[in-house]
């Protein structure tokens, strides 16, 4: 995955005020760890496939498996499909 500026720029302006409870390994990482998710039908949603999605503050326990409201991982999923 390549990140440009401008994707550097927009994800650090999505982190900046949010307290990550995985203190963001995502981007930490280089983006090799990320939150294990699939897309749904409806655009911008995803899926949790994390066993520990139900301590994560971003995980809505709404279906099984839970919605991701994560917004860089959202971002991330529609930006490079990750």
Same mark, same amino acid.
């Given at each position: 995955?390549? &990140?440009?500026?401008?994707?550097?720029?927009?994800?650090?302006?999505?982190?900046?005020?949010?307290?990550?409870?995985?203190?963001? &390994?995502?981007?930490?990482?280089?983006?090799?760890?990320?939150?294990?998710?699939?897309?749904?039908?409806?655009?911008?949603?995803?899926?949790?496939?994390?066993?520990?999605?139900?301590?994560?503050?971003?995980?809505?326990?709404?279906?099984?498996?839970?919605?991701?409201?994560?917004?860089?991982? &959202?971002?991330?999923?529609?930006?490079?499909?990750?």
């Amino acid at each position: 995955m390549e &990140i440009t500026q401008e994707h550097a720029s927009r994800i650090e302006e999505l982190m900046a005020g949010l307290e990550c409870p995985k203190e963001f &390994i995502c981007y930490k990482s280089g983006f090799t760890h990320l939150c294990r998710v699939r897309k749904t039908g409806t655009r911008g949603f995803l899926e949790c496939l994390d066993s520990d999605s139900r301590n994560c503050q971003f995980s809505l326990p709404f279906n099984d498996p839970p919605a991701c409201l994560c917004p860089v991982r &959202i971002y991330l999923a529609a930006e490079f499909g990750k």
